[in-house]
């Protein structure tokens, strides 16, 4: 019996890849554009038809004559309305990616950190008053001072060398958050004064690609730190 030709693997792969969503923006924006110069043409057209050039209508007028006909007749969304909305979710998604993966490159660099910190506290001695300076420096005082207060205990154990601090009494999901707030915290301190300190942009030059490589998918977290690594 005859088998079914194999689909190629660049088909099969073309059609697993996730849509880019800078493709499907520009995308979005051209048709939007079309749609906005088609509707604006039937509205011109319609305006014509009903002698609207030979009255002298105000805008106030205009709106509320649009506006009591779209109350009474409850008309579906419009083409333009429904790809606006369309555009705005892909650009919330986005953010939200985009957001994300900020915090995951804080979180890899603050883990890196940690693990430094703990190996050397030596090393952590030479930093310590710069990433309390940088916790307080949130535009927010109020912000700043919960901050460094939640991080008061943590920085004390990284000086001493000692055990992390206790999480007794909470669940395991919020002691993941607490140390998933720490690293957040550890990392945007290195990305923000890396330039600035010659001792922590060494650090990062010389372990951060090994740390990298002995953590669980390496190939993807170097990824999100390439500009890193490369700096």
């Known amino acids: 019996m005859t088998q079914p030709p194999k689909k190629a693997a660049s088909e099969s792969s073309t059609k697993s890849r996730k849509p880019d969503p800078g493709q499907q923006v520009a995308a979005l924006e051209a048709e939007i554009a079309r749609v906005r110069d088609r509707e604006e043409q039937r509205l011109l057209v319609a305006a014509r038809k009903a002698g609207y050039f030979r009255r002298r209508l105000t805008a106030p007028q205009l709106v509320e004559m649009f506006r009591d006909t779209i109350e009474r007749a409850s008309p579906p969304l419009s083409s333009f309305a429904r790809l606006t909305d369309r555009l705005s979710g892909i650009r919330k998604r986005a953010q939200k990616a985009g957001r994300t993966e900020k915090a995951r490159r804080k979180v890899i660099l603050g883990g890196f950190l940690v693990a430094q910190f703990r190996h050397k506290p030596d090393l952590f001695d030479g930093f310590r008053s710069d990433i309390e300076a940088h916790i307080a420096g949130h535009p927010s005082a109020a912000t700043a001072a919960r ?16 055990a992390p601090p206790g999480e007794a009494g909470i669940t395991r999901e919020q002691a993941r958050r607490d140390r998933t707030r720490r690293q957040i915290m550890l ?39 390439a500009d890193v690594l490369k700096a």
């Open 187 to 225: 990392g945007a301190w290195a990305l923000d004064r890396r330039a600035a300190l010659p001792g922590l942009d060494a650090l990062i030059r010389d372990e951060l690609d090994g740390f990298l490589g002995t953590e669980q998918q390496p190939a993807q977290k170097r990824a999100l730190l």
């Open 147 to 162: 901050n460094s207060a939640f991080m008061e205990g943590f920085l004390d154990t990284l000086a001493s060398g000692s």
